[in-house]
Structure formats: C-alpha cells, structure tokens
C-alpha cells in the first residue's frame, strides 16, 4: 500500500512538471460599434445615409488559443490561432478566393522561439502590422484604413504559406524577414511573396521600416492575400491573366513615433506600387476604361503615396483624446494627373478598467478625381463623406 501512494506521488510529481512546462492561453476581442456614414452609394447610382451595427470598428473582433512548450535548453514550441467574427451577427470571417473556408483566417502559426528569435510558418501578417503600433492604427484602428492603411498593409494583410523570422530585441532594434511560397507547379517565382522590417523602440521614440513584395500566379491568386480577387476598393480586383510571376504589388512603409509626456505624436509615410495595374488587365477584368471616375479606385492605382500625421493625448490614465490626418495620392495607367483622398479623423477613448473601453470617433474625407473610398463599410458616392461611431470594445 505504502509503495502504491509512493508511486502515485512520483507520477502526480512528473505531470506536475510536465504541466508547469506548456501553457495555452485562450484570449480574445469583441468590438462593437454603431456607426453613421453620409453620402453612401446606394444600387442604381444614388446617394443616401446609411446607419449600421459594425463589429471590429478599431480591432476585429476575434478568438485565439496561444502556447508555448517548454523544450529545454532556452528552446520553445509556439503556436497562435486566431478566428475573426462578426459580433454583430455571430458570424465567422471565413473564406476567401483561395480557400473555401478559413477558419483560422487572422494567424494560423506554429513554430519555434530560442535566443535566436523566433520561426514561425503558417498564415500571419507580415512586419507592417508590427511597426503599425507607431501610426494612427494604434488607436483608430480600422478607422483610417480604407484612406489608405489597407493598400499600404499596415493594417494587417495576411500571408498564405508562409515561413518568418524574427529576431530577438537588440539593444532596441529587432528585425523581421518573410517569404511566401506561391506552390506553383513549375514556376516558383508565380505567387510567391517576400518582405523585410526593422523596428527600434528607445523609451519614448518608436520608428519603423519595412518593405514587401509579391508577385501574381497569372489568376490573382497569390500567398499575398491582398492580390486575391475582392469587392474591396483596397484590394486588387484583377486577375492578371497571363501575369505569372511578374511582380504585382510593391510596398514601402517608413513609420515614426515620440511620445511627449502625456502626448503621442506621430508621422508616416508609405509608397505602394502595382505596376501590374494596366489598362489591357483592366479591360480583360471587365472593370471598364479608367477614363471614367467610378473605376479610379485606390486598389486600381498604379501607384499610391500615403502621408499620415497624427496624435494621442492622455486627459488622465483612463482618457484619450485622438486625432489623425491622411493623405492618399494615386495614380492610374492611361489617366493624366492624379486622385487625391484625404480624411480628418478626432476621438475619444476611455477605459472602464484594464480590459473594456467606450470611444467615439468622428471622420470626414474628400477625394479628388478618384472614387472616394469612404470611412467605413462603404464607400461614398460624392466628393466628400461624413461618418460617426460610438462603440465599446471588451478585451479577454
């Protein structure tokens, strides 16, 4: 008997240390906001307001299961999945052109973390959604992205089969490098997708730099998920027949942040180029002659320069008082001169407590020989566009 309870105590002692050396952490975001939006295209060519429940107005809403695995000698096995939602209607964000269901459509990583830095493969964002905490996106959110943050990827635009590397913080710089295989039988370059950062955070200063490139299959398919085929007018819409291999889409975003007391001030720019955005693509997607304004939107410009100034002043610890102005320049193959959108966007953001906010943003855009892209869930109709969100967000 004495010897059962001693080998019982040994195993109970084992799996102890077993446990203590993994942890999976589940977490999550639930985002909610009601939302105006004035002048929005309506079916037929009309103009109307438009009064919305919006799930995700500064962060999607989502779950995720992190872990990690202790494997001794300072090396680790992670993973992170993510699942976006739409809390307005319990409804998951699940497929795109590539796959008929994507469950895990936010990350979906495993891999390996050390003193070395980190590995990861799987589906993920690339090193602009990091150096992103250094512009408006660290507080507006998805507010400022039609204007310009969806196009420069600074939002977050994920990578399809993808393998990262990440090093540890040195003495304040920490890099990243990205590749994106495009699984093209018989041309490797069809698809494929690369990408650099550079971050250096020195108490109140925070820059940034990355660049990324990505390259069509000949479909509009390709590991860079913003060259799938979509209704958005901030992603591609073409399909680049007969494209296979040549480079799409280019992007540099260079980022920079000081924070002054109480007071966040911060500058960014980015220069996109998507030199694959011809009048003969155009033509063979059925999206008709750029000559016209209704096809001059920002995700068929051949190039597009984003300028962004912004700042966050804390009130007291729980309130924020926001504000931000971007600046979008496009242009567009066989059209001389160029589009222009600009936004103006002010907020508040108080906490309740460590996890749970209230906000309430307003924004105002007007474009300039282009489709204005609108501040919202759509686009606008007019020159010019005027949106309200009063919103709650939960964080767990």
Do not use: C
Request: net charge positive; no cysteine.
């Amino acid at each position: 008997m004495k010897k059962s309870l001693l080998a019982l105590a040994v195993l109970g002692a084992f799996a102890g240390a077993a446990n203590a050396q993994s942890s999976v952490t589940i977490y999550g975001i639930v985002d909610t906001g009601v939302v105006y939006q004035s002048k929005v295209a309506t079916t037929g060519g009309g103009t109307g307001s438009k009064f919305g429940l919006n799930s995700g107005v500064i962060q999607g809403s989502r779950l995720g299961f992190k872990g990690t695995e202790d494997l001794g000698g300072g090396l680790s096995a992670v993973f992170n999945l993510e699942v976006g939602f739409s809390n307005d209607t319990g409804g998951l964000q699940g497929s795109d052109a590539n796959t008929s269901s994507n469950l895990f459509r936010r990350k979906s990583v495993v891999g390996l973390a050390g003193g070395f830095g980190s590995v990861l493969v799987g589906r993920q964002t690339d090193y602009a959604d990091t150096i992103s905490a250094y512009t408006s996106v660290q507080d507006f959110g998805g507010w400022t992205g039609n204007v310009g943050h969806n196009l420069d990827r600074l939002e977050g635009t994920r990578t399809n089969n993808s393998i990262s590397y990440t090093t540890n913080n040195l003495g304040g710089f920490t890099g990243n490098l990205i590749y994106g295989f495009g699984e093209t039988a018989g041309q490797t370059s069809a698809g494929q997708s690369f990408g650099a950062g550079l971050k250096y955070d020195n108490g109140p200063l925070g820059l940034g730099l990355n660049y990324y490139q990505s390259k069509a299959n000949g479909t509009g398919y390709s590991s860079d998920t913003s060259l799938i085929p979509s209704s958005s007018t901030t992603a591609s819409v073409n399909t680049l027949t007969g494209t296979a291999g040549s480079t799409a889409y280019k992007g540099w975003n260079l980022v920079a942040s000081y924070q002054f007391g109480p007071t966040r001030v911060y500058g960014n720019w980015s220069r996109v180029k998507q030199d694959l955005n011809t009048q003969a693509n155009l033509t063979s997607a059925s999206v008709g002659s750029l000559g016209t304004l209704t096809n001059r939107t920002l995700a068929r410009s051949k190039q597009a320069d984003v300028y962004e100034i912004g700042t966050a002043y804390s009130l007291t610890p729980s309130l924020k008082l926001l504000a931000a102005v971007d600046h979008t320049r496009a242009s567009f193959d066989g059209v001389s001169g160029k589009g222009k959108v600009t936004q103006f966007s002010l907020g508040s953001d108080y906490w309740l407590s460590k996890r749970t906010d209230l906000y309430a943003f307003l924004a105002y855009n007007k474009a300039t020989d282009m489709v204005n892209t609108g501040v919202s869930d759509s686009t606008g109709n007019d020159g010019n566009q005027a949106a309200v969100a009063v919103g709650i967000r939960h964080k767990f």
